[in-house]
């Protein structure tokens, strides 16, 4: 199966600062998709990449995916206290036909940004 | 934009109850999941849906658990007798095809006492 390692486990930022969250596969990642969480919250979807050497942002936020499809990092820019929670990546495996097709979550990067 | 919708937000029972989690997934999607998160623990896959059946399933997900679609539109997720184990946040989520986004409901935060 798919491992996915996130580092660090939890960062602690003052608030401007910028971040940097790692998300590494033991696999060549198919599609690398990076959710945000708010504690008891549900996942909220923030960038997907499927290409090597992709990168894509939003807002403050880049992702980026290495050439070799096996790490993919996440760069805060001037973080916000609306940064903080917590911030899965996800991994689809290669495509099964319509055998489930589903994402496997690495660990989490438990986010807090002080004032 | 479209959303993933789940009832209850908070489930309590007792051990031994039945439950039934229910999602109303996104109209044009193909494939339903549901997840379960444990507090402090990974978002774990507990099984796919597709075609009017499931399509994969993890090892979590045994006898004790069941889901349907029976008006093409709710999506449940049942556990027969809830053990203490079972508590846990449990999230629908659901894409159009492989390699799409995935969607996921804000999740049922489910207790067995």
């Known amino acids: 199966s798919q491992e996915l390692e996130q580092s660090p486990q939890s960062l602690i930022v003052q608030e401007g600062k910028n971040l940097t969250i790692n998300c590494t596969s033991s696999k060549t990642l198919y599609g690398l998709y990076w959710y945000k969480q708010k504690y008891g919250e549900g996942l909220i979807f923030l960038m997907m990449?499927?290409?090597?050497?992709e990168e894509k942002s939003h807002e403050k936020i880049t992702a980026k995916l290495d050439e070799k499809k096996q790490q993919s990092s996440l760069h805060i820019t001037a973080s916000q206290p609306s940064h903080a929670g917590i911030y899965l990546c996800?991994?689809?495996?290669?495509?099964?036909?319509?055998?489930?097709?589903?994402?496997?979550f690495g660990g989490g990067t438990r986010l807090m940004v002080k004032p | 934009e479209p959303e993933v919708t789940q009832t209850p937000s908070h489930q309590v029972t007792q051990m031994g109850q039945e439950v039934i989690l229910r999602c109303v997934p996104i109209?044009?999607?193909?494939?339903f999941y549901w997840y379960r998160q444990i507090l402090g623990q990974k978002v774990e896959f507990l099984v796919s849906?597709?075609?009017?059946?499931?399509?994969?399933k993890s090892e979590i997900f045994d006898d004790q658990f069941s889901v349907e679609r029976p008006d093409g539109s709710n999506f449940t997720l049942k556990i027969r007798s809830t053990k203490l184990e079972d508590s846990a946040m449990y999230f629908c989520?659901?894409?159009?095809?492989?390699?799409?986004?995935?969607?996921f409901g804000s999740g049922t935060q489910l207790s067995v006492l």
């Open positions: 996800g991994a689809d495996r290669g495509y099964k036909g319509n055998a489930g097709n589903m994402l496997t």
């Open positions: 109209s044009n999607h193909l494939y």
């Open positions: 990449l499927q290409k090597g050497g």
């Open positions: 849906f597709y075609n009017n059946e499931i399509s994969e």
């Open positions: 989520a659901g894409r159009q095809w492989w390699g799409e986004k995935l969607f």
